[in-house]
C-alpha cells in the first residue's frame, strides 16, 4: 500500500496550488487524513487533517487560506491552498492513521512560493 502525493510545484506569491493524495491499495481502518509540511531545517508540521465524520482542523498559518477534503469512492484527499505565501515553501506530506495507531505516509511534493 502507497500514499502517492502530486500536484506541487513552483507559484508566485498570492497563488494557488492543489496537491492530492491517492492511496494504492486499501488501508483498513483509516480514520483520519492529513497534510504536513517541512520546510528545510525545520520540524514537520501539521497543515490539516480530515477525519471520517468530516471534521477538520488546520495549522495556525494556513487557516482561511488551504482546504483539505477528501473523495472516498477514489479514496483520495486534497489540499486546497489559496494565497500561497513564501514561508508556505516545504515538501507537503499526506499521511493516514488508522484506529489501530500505524501511520501511513506518502513520499512528499515540493511547493515552492516565490515573493
Known amino acids: 500500500v502507497q500514499l502517492q502525493a502530486c500536484g506541487g510545484g513552483l507559484v508566485q506569491a498570492g497563488g494557488s496550488l492543489r496537491l492530492s493524495c491517492a492511496t494504492s491499495?486499501?488501508?483498513?481502518?483509516?480514520?483520519?487524513r492529513g497534510w504536513y509540511r517541512q520546510a528545510p531545517g525545520k520540524e514537520r508540521e501539521l497543515v490539516a487533517i480530515i477525519m471520517n465524520n468530516g471534521i477538520t482542523n488546520y495549522g495556525d498559518s494556513v487557516k482561511g487560506r488551504f482546504t483539505i477534503s477528501r473523495d472516498i469512492r477514489k479514496n483520495t484527499v486534497y489540499l486546497q491552498m489559496n494565497n500561497l505565501k513564501p514561508e508556505d515553501t516545504a515538501v507537503y506530506f499526506c499521511?493516514?492513521?488508522?484506529?489501530?495507531?500505524?501511520?501511513?505516509w506518502g513520499q512528499g511534493t515540493q511547493v515552492t512560493v516565490s515573493s
Open positions: 491499495g486499501k488501508i483498513n481502518g483509516v480514520n483520519v
Open positions: 499521511n493516514h492513521k488508522t484506529n489501530y495507531e500505524k501511520v501511513f
